[in-house]
Structures are given as C-alpha cells and as structure tokens.
C-alpha cells in the first residue's frame, strides 16, 4: 500500500524507546558484559534527550545521535567490539524505529574479568 495517501495524523517516537534499542542491541552483542551502571557525560548536542544507565540518545530534527558505555570480557577485542557496537546500533535504530543515525558513541569503561575459585591456583 506504497501508493496510498499519508493518513492525517502525527507519529511520535519517544527518545526513551530509542534508549531501550541501544541497551538491548549492546547487551545482545558478543563480548559486552553489561553496560556501565554510571550515566554517560551529557552531549551539549541539541535535541531531545533520553538517558538510562550507561546510555544516552539524543533526538534532533529526525536524526539519532547515540553514546553507550560498556564493560567489556577480556577475550573481546575492544577496538572490534566497539566498532560492532557502532554498526549493530545503527542498523537496529534505522531498521525499527526508521530514523536516520548520524553518530554512535562507544566508551569502554573496564573489563570484567571472572572471580577465581578459591581452588585455583
């Protein structure tokens, strides 16, 4: 239905949405522990904004600027997962949500590396 006429009406995509498709697509990535439990440093970008821990996204006349902040396992390549993160993040916003994605900032914050057991030598 490509050639029927727009319906009146006005569609809004919450920038808190956009922040859940950040979180979700980071943590679904291979060699992300968990996102880091601090806010990312705000962007003096205009726009609206949303923030969750370790996110943020901002909404600016139809385009999508994002930051994630990401503890990482320690056989990750971190300059790989990083750039993972940039693609899978792009492409998750522009293929749901349909905005145009004009910047995906990654920070890696640590690296988790698992507790020995006390019977480890």
């Given at each position: ?5 727009p ?6 995509i ?56 990401v ?51």
């Amino acid at each position: 239905m490509t050639d029927a006429a727009p319906i009146p009406g006005q569609v809004t995509i919450a920038p808190r949405v956009l922040t859940t498709i950040v979180r979700q697509t980071a943590l679904q990535t291979e060699g992300v522990q968990r996102l880091a439990h601090k806010p990312p440093r705000r962007s003096h970008m205009p726009g609206k904004r949303a923030h969750a821990p370790g996110v943020e996204v901002i909404l600016h006349e139809g385009a999508v600027h994002a930051s994630v902040h990401v503890i990482t396992s320690p056989n990750a390549n971190m300059l790989t997962l990083a750039q993972t993160l940039q693609n899978e993040i792009a492409h998750a916003i522009e293929h749901i949500v349909g905005l145009r994605v004009t910047s995906v900032d990654v920070t890696i914050d640590d690296v988790h590396f698992p507790a020995r057991s006390a019977t480890q030598p």
